[in-house]
């Protein structure tokens, strides 16, 4: 009987299985040697073109910056564009750098305080005075003021108003919006004499030296009003404005240089600085400083302080050699005056500030505002300075929650002195 033919298959089948498995094998370790080469060799790609990439953007790094130091060390730019374009770049780099530092450093609190404070006088017929602060995005308040609608040793025409902005403490702040006033009644000859305000400052900066404990300074800007004339001595960067309004324009002429004009109800008024900031950017000021030891930069007094003229900040007077005018930080103010009873126009108020205020609005910016709040929406003093403080106070940014521009984060102080 032949043998069956399907037994020998299955037994050919049974001897071929080990060796089907070992090719199988083979080919799946071959693919993967395969894969695994490929993605070397992909690896590799990837890492040689991001290595060009990293020297292509380190090689326009370093042209940008060699432009950029070659731009700033040119003495004198050969065109005016080119110098305004320096000085824009050095501004917006100074800007970053400081708003990196206020975030670092946390000055802010976490939502602005906006509790509105005020104070008013109204006791002296020939006055309406009103104050309004609000605390802001700072962690303190450090801004203080004085109203003395009656001033001592003075006739009934006369009032003495002063605002102080502190910085790094607010003791020198206090002890001006206290101490002040009788040293500036004391600082002159009788009724309606003009105040010696350099000597009632270099008082007041002696008793700050001697009182202050907490290392802080602060401007000062001081306004005595009389019959006469409004004058104004200043140090630092709070600033006074003087409005009137034009009533004759034939009698009152043309403007003069440096008084601007604005409109508001259809009716014009003339906006006269009372005050300048004190910068140590500013010629006459940087000249002293360097002659005194020191240097500015970041328009800052040894790159730290942002006035270079204040009450207290006795770390920046101490060079005995020198006088008290002449160190880097001098408590000398700037007295402007502007004469009253002239021919086409009326005196109506007088504001006072600091730069809280004034960093968000120019002279004539912040004398429209109070105008419009007066005139069109018939707002009385103590809502207007509510309103001047709300239009300046910086919104917080809907991201960070922090407060959106660098203008509008510091204490802010205003005062309208309505001449009756």
Sequence with gaps: MPPKKHNNKNNNNQSNKPHDKKHKKQAEEDEFEKLLSDLTKVTKQVGQEKEK???????????????????????EPTHRLEEELVKHQRKMEFQDLLRKLMMAQRP???APKEDFSHESDNSNPHFKATVGAMQGWRNSMEDNHFIHVHLAAGDATEGLFGVFDGHSGKQSADLCSKQLPALCAAKRSGAGAAIDFEAAYLAMDAALQRDVKDGSGCTAVVVHVSAGAVRCASVGDSRA?????????????????????????????????????????????????VAAGG???????????????????????????????????????????????????????????????????????????????????QLDNVQCCEAVCRHCLAPPDGASGQPSRAEGTDNMTVMIVDLE
């Design 53 to 75: 990439q990293q020297q292509h953007d380190e090689q326009i790094r370093a042209e940008i910056q060699k432009k950029h130091e070659d731009l700033l060390k040119k003495k």
């Design 108 to 110: 802010f609190l976490d």
């Design 241 to 289: 404005v003087l409005c009137q309004e034009l009533v004759d324009a034939a009698a009152a002429g043309a403007a003069a240089p440096g008084v601007d004009e604005v409109t508001v109800a259809g009716r014009t008024f003339r906006v006269h600085a009372l005050a300048h900031d004190h910068k140590p950017e500013v010629e006459a000021e940087r000249a002293r400083i």
């Design 295 to 377: 240097f500015v930069e970041d328009n800052r007094v040894n790159g730290q302080l942002a006035m270079s003229r204040a009450l207290g900040d006795f770390s920046y007077k101490t060079n005995q050699e020198r006088g008290v005018d002449a160190q880097l930080v001098i408590p000398v103010p700037t007295v402007l005056e502007v004469p009253r009873g002239a021919a086409g126009v009326a005196d109506r108020f007088v504001v006072l500030a600091c730069d809280g205020i004034f960093d968000v609005l120019r002279n004539e910016e912040l004398v429209r505002l109070v105008l419009e709040k007066k005139l069109e929406a």
